[in-house]
């Protein structure tokens, strides 16, 4: 399995707090995402990285912030959380040609109350 | 915008028949297609990835083609076991390697 970890694995939370969610690859790849999965909308992706410092938005970024300070480490941040934002939240790596696979770690379960 | 789509929804099979998983595209400018399993509760398993200049990839009991000009791929599932029941997810990569990904086939393989 490719070396990712999510943490919190779960989190419950109030309107309006701010959340960081983290994820830590030891594969050394370039690309890190992150997805969120709803019923009814599937995954869809809420930023990407390509490197260090450099970050792109999705399809879903509104509300959403992340960071990338060291090759290894993707951060998520919902600054003022809301109800709309609960969902499960997935971070996925992969390298950079078109032969390569993404892979996902076992997400983070996040309630906004 | 590129939209991915997998029908049925939902499946149903008995145990040693072989499952037939659709997915079709709009825009036919992929990268790849990545086919992925999700047990409940869990992340995504990555099965088989097929690159746009491919026209099949294999992996053991599966097989997936690639028809870019007609937007579709199909997972075939040889001999099906209850241990494959799962949700099978497709995606189609962009630039960048983003995904998109179609809704997903909820399988169950009855013994």
């Known amino acids: 399995d490719a070396g990712i970890t999510q943490s919190p694995r779960h989190k419950v939370t109030e309107t309006g707090t701010p959340v960081t969610l983290r994820c830590h690859q030891t594969e050394n790849h370039r690309y890190m995402y992150w997805y969120r999965q709803d019923p009814g909308h599937g995954l869809r992706l809420i930023h990407y990285?390509?490197?260090?410092?450099?970050?792109d938005k999705g399809e879903v970024s509104d509300g959403y912030s992340v960071s990338r300070s060291k090759t290894e480490d993707f951060l998520l941040t919902l600054e003022s959380a809301t109800s709309s934002q609960t969902s499960v939240y997935f971070c996925a790596i992969s390298g950079t040609g078109r032969k390569d696979e993404q892979f996902f770690g076992p997400g983070t379960r996040l309630t906004v109350l | 915008k590129q939209e991915v789509t997998q029908i049925p929804a939902a499946l149903s099979v008995p145990e040693g028949e072989n499952l037939v998983l659709n997915c079709s595209f709009t825009d036919s400018a992929i990268y790849n297609l990545q086919w992925f399993r999700q047990d409940p509760g869990k992340g995504l398993t990555s099965l088989l990835l097929i690159q746009s200049s491919q026209r099949e990839q294999t992996s053991g009991r599966l097989n997936a083609s690639l028809d870019k000009s007609s937007g579709r791929s199909t997972l075939y599932i040889a001999a099906s076991q209850p241990g494959d029941s799962a949700t099978y997810l497709c995606a189609v990569g962009a630039a960048g390697n983003k995904l998109t990904f179609g809704g997903g086939t909820r399988v169950l393989v009855k013994p």
């Open positions: 990285s390509y490197g260090v410092k450099d970050t």
